[in-house]
């Protein structure tokens, strides 16, 4: 990225394609990281990492550049999100969350070489006794996993319990999963 420091000291940012096309008759060298090769007023700006932000309540967004020492460096701002985005990224984290609920679940089920856990659940009716004990099994373990993530979800909505922030913080809430032997 480049900027252009302008007489009242604004800085206006260019990204490389814009730069050649702001400079059309001005030959540029392929690197521009080197600013005694850019045109007199502009500056290469280095990158730096983005700073950590909780992203289930913040975003980031690219300020403007500033000088850091002897170099230009690019300002990320860490930005509240609002009411609406704050529903927004609730929603994609139950989202997230429900399917990864459901992958476990398959998962778990697929270990006994059932299809998934519907599958698996569909054998609580089997006149064979082990695939009736695996096919129960399944069904309370499916209906108890997704009743603990109900009530997450509810206290969620009750507003006493914060919303997780991926899969992993509920996991080890959820009900284990073993075969019964």
Not at 6 to 18: K, R, T
Not at 23 to 40: G, H, I, K, R
Request: charged residues 20%; proline residues 6%; contains cysteine.
């Amino acid at each position: 990225m480049h900027a252009k420091i302008d007489s009242n000291f604004q800085v206006l940012v260019y990204p490389i394609a814009d730069l050649r096309a702001f400079l059309p008759d001005m030959s540029l060298p392929v690197d521009l990281t080197n600013d005694a090769a850019l045109p007199e007023g502009f500056v290469y700006v280095n990158p730096v990492e983005l700073p950590a932000f909780d992203r289930t309540t913040h975003r980031i967004q690219e300020g403007t550049p500033e000088q850091d020492g002897d170099k230009w460096v690019v300002v990320w701002d860490v930005i509240a999100l609002s009411a609406q985005e704050l529903q927004t990224a609730a929603a994609v984290v139950q989202s997230s969350v429900i399917e990864q609920v459901q992958q476990r679940l398959d998962a778990f089920a697929q270990t006994r070489f059932y299809d998934n856990m519907l599958s698996a659940c569909t054998y609580a009716t089997s006149g064979v006794p082990r695939l009736k004990t695996e096919g129960q099994y399944c069904v309370d373990a499916r209906d108890a996993t997704w009743e603990m993530l109900f009530g997450i979800l509810n206290d969620v909505v009750a507003g006493t319990r914060e919303m997780p922030r991926s899969f992993t913080d509920l996991e080890g809430e959820l009900p284990t999963l073993a075969w019964p032997v």
